[in-house]
């Protein structure tokens, strides 16, 4: 059995993982903007850039 279960995760993987980079640039630029705690919203944004690496080097 090739796949199954894990190979349908291992599918969904790259698109959940953009919809958590998306999440991270939002919350981050909120936070930077509103002036709250740019040091968490930088991190936020420096979050997201690792995780698109880790979509962009799972997909190739």
């Known amino acids: 059995m090739t796949g199954g279960v894990y190979g349908?995760?291992?599918?969904?993987?790259p698109a959940i993982a953009m919809l958590?980079?998306?999440a991270c640039v939002i919350g981050g630029v909120q936070l930077i903007r509103t002036g709250r705690d740019r040091r968490k919203g930088v991190l936020m944004l420096a979050?997201?850039?690792v995780l698109l690496g880790n979509v962009l080097i799972w997909t190739l």
Do not use: E, K, N, Q
């Open 8 to 13: 349908s995760i291992a599918s969904a993987a």
């Open 47 to 49: 979050m997201a850039l």
């Open 20 to 22: 958590g980079v998306f």
